[in-house]
C-alpha cells in the first residue's frame, strides 16, 4: 500500500499517510481501496487509528472517503478515531461538522489512550 504505512499497535492498527498533500483523483481512488482493506486488518482488533501527521492539505473527495470509512467502520463494529489533523485541515473537518461525526484526537497518544478509556494527556478538539 503505497499510499499509507501500516502497523500495529497492540490491538490498534494504525495508518499513517506517506503524502503530505492528498489531491489527485487515482490517489484518493487508491486511498479509498486500501481503506476497505483497512477494514478487513482492524476487524480482528476492532480499533483503527488514521494518523494525519505530516498532511497538510486534503481534497474534499478525500473528505468522502472518510466519511465512508466511517460508515464502515461503524457497520463491522470497529472502533475508528483519528488523530494529528493539522489545524488548517481540522477547520475544513469543523466547517463540514465532520468534528461532530468523528473521533478525533489531538495526536497519536491522546487518540492510543482514549482507545484504551485511559484519560488523554492533551485533551479532545471539540
Request: proline content about 2%; hydrophobic content about 50%.
Given at each position: 500500500?503505497a499510499n ?8 490498534v492498527v494504525m ?28 476487524a480482528a ?19 468522502g472517503?472518510?466519511v465512508?470509512l ?11 478515531k483519528?488523530?494529528g ?15 461532530k461525526?468523528?473521533?478525533i484526537?489531538?495526536d497519536?497518544s491522546?487518540?492510543?489512550a482514549a482507545f484504551?478509556?485511559?484519560?488523554a494527556k492533551k485533551?479532545?478538539?471539540r
Amino acid at each position: 500500500m503505497a499510499n499509507l504505512a501500516i502497523q500495529e499497535r497492540g490491538d490498534v492498527v494504525m495508518v499513517t499517510f506517506t503524502q503530505t498533500r492528498i489531491l489527485d483523483e487515482n490517489t484518493i481512488r487508491t486511498i479509498g481501496s486500501e481503506f476497505a482493506n483497512l477494514t478487513l486488518e482492524a476487524a480482528a482488533d476492532h480499533k483503527l487509528l488514521l494518523n494525519f501527521a505530516g498532511v497538510d492539505f486534503m481534497s474534499s473527495a478525500m473528505l468522502g472517503q472518510i466519511v465512508r470509512l466511517n460508515k464502515q467502520c461503524k457497520n463491522d463494529k470497529i472502533q475508528l478515531k483519528l488523530c494529528g489533523i493539522c489545524p488548517q485541515v481540522l477547520e475544513v473537518f469543523k466547517i463540514t461538522k465532520l468534528d461532530k461525526l468523528l473521533d478525533i484526537a489531538a495526536d497519536e497518544s491522546a487518540a492510543l489512550a482514549a482507545f484504551s478509556g485511559a484519560p488523554a494527556k492533551k485533551g479532545w478538539f471539540r
